[in-house]
């Protein structure tokens, strides 16, 4: 199974309407949202039926039972990330801060520290006869994002067929632990830039990431007119770096109604549908797959 | 800045936040801070920071942030291996009777070091990113860079928060990160309002219905900024309406606008149009935050 992971470094580029139009033009029979700490895929790529749903634990989180507790306060002054507060004479652990590393536990001379489990989000299988989803939803203001995304890919891959020709994920914006997570094990991605200084830098940043980890890349520039200057340089930027450049994106009022009224840019007669078929053309090249056919 | 003063500690904090990525928090950010003449801005976006883009601000300070990380003395290591069993982040194995730590993993706890019974493990800085304190007109502008492969930004936006603290300025601006997770929920800890800026998409939509439950959760006063309006449906405004949200503020789909920004220009300083745009939004964001503060001291 060829996996195509849709990266962008900046958000709001285009990301997940060129996942979208990528997924039915291919008519993909795996696809994953891995951009987990906002989730917009499934608004679009909407299976019938409901989806299998799995609790997602993260790392726990410490507590102080009061009882037991001393007052001694080591939890506190040993905790790193300032998770262990004072209110009321009381010592009590902020979940949110916590990263349940267990310090406080191995310093508690009164047996008062426990580590306990802790939803920290919800993933989610669609399957039906056509396709398998996989998606997840990272619970506010939570942490090991990362988890989630190698959680979701896992689903994803186990759901699919080994016959499976190729697998679409939509990936976060930013270069931390979600896109990390998201880049392992896939054969290309698709970076979305967008033409300005903004997201040229950037454009720089995550093509560095993905560089350290030896991901294939390609680059489309999506919203390409509003800046012809810009959408110029980012071609010479793939150029010098040898990195396959794959068309430009207009822009285009139609991608809006498109996307409000819940279908793709490829299912509008319209000039960033036209376009995203082009680019589409060329994934398919690039990974060395068959056209899928297009109904 | 007329009437700003008497303010608690005549200093306020808002956060500019969205949920979904390219919403224009940068372009909102920046222009307030802008048109308030004095100010502090703050880019929380440590991952893919763009305000000093926009800035170009002459840099005073630069430091670089590191996190500890283990380095083990294998000399005096007994292999008993209690690093590698208290490590719940994994960032610790013994391959062959060895100890391996990988930093990438780690989540610089310390507990290690604190748990090796034969006082084999120090701890050595490893430098995650960089963050700078520079001059932009009236702006004093805070920034920050996480080095390209580490996973999280937040020690840097510790920093940030902290430094940024200390200017004695009346007005501090966090532009935060994209998202809803513990990046964000860091840079909006400190604010005293939330301005949330989204756009007309269903896209946009679903994820400010997102941080209107991060705002909510967290208690903070806040409002909206619509983005990028146009004469077409915008779900997040009837989003907005159906949940009593309030909208402090618009912003039409203008090619001009987005030109200026796609060129890292300061719509608030280039134009007269814009100007008056981000002072009255700037206005109505001081005129909430005062109330709230009233309200806050007669409950």
Redesign the interface.
Known sequence: MKKLLLL??????GK?TVACALIRLSQAQAYADCDI??P?LH??MTPAAPPAREAYYG??KARIDPERCIRCGRCRS?C??EAVRLSGGDYHVDP?AC?????CL??CPAGAVAIEPDVAGELMLYADERAVFSTAQ?K????T??KLVTEVKRRLNRAAGADTPLAVLDG??????P??ASLSGVSMALIVA??????V??LG??V??AG?LHTPLCVCVNKAD??PA?TKQIERFCEEREIPFLGTIPFD?EA??A??G?LTIADVDCPSGRAVRAIYEQVVRLLGLQAGSES | MPGFTGMRQNSATVAVLSGKGGTGKTLVSVNLAAAAEKAAYVDCDVEEPNGHLFFQPEIRNEEVVSLKIPVIDESRCTGRRACVDFCRFNALAFIKGKPFVFPSVCHSCGGCALVCPSGAIRETGKPVGVVRRGISGGVTVHTGALNPGEASGVPLIRRLLRQSEQEPLPLRIIDCPPGSACAVMESIQDADYCLIVTEPTIYGAHNLAMVHELVTLFQKPYGVVLNKCSDGDNRSEEYCLKHGVPVIGRIAFSPQLGMLASEGKIAARESAEYAGLFRDLLNTVIGEVRNEETSASQR
């Open positions: 962008s470094g900046k958000g709001g580029t997940t700490d906002a917009n608004l679009t790392m726990g040993e790193r990330f949110f990263e349940g590393c267990g310090v191995a310093v990272l506010m203001g939570g942490g994002s990362g976060s914006p930013g270069i931390g632990c896109v990390i967008e033409p300005s200084v903004s997201g830098s950037d940043r995550i560095k990431t350290q509003t800046n810009i009022p809006v109604r996307v409000n819940g």
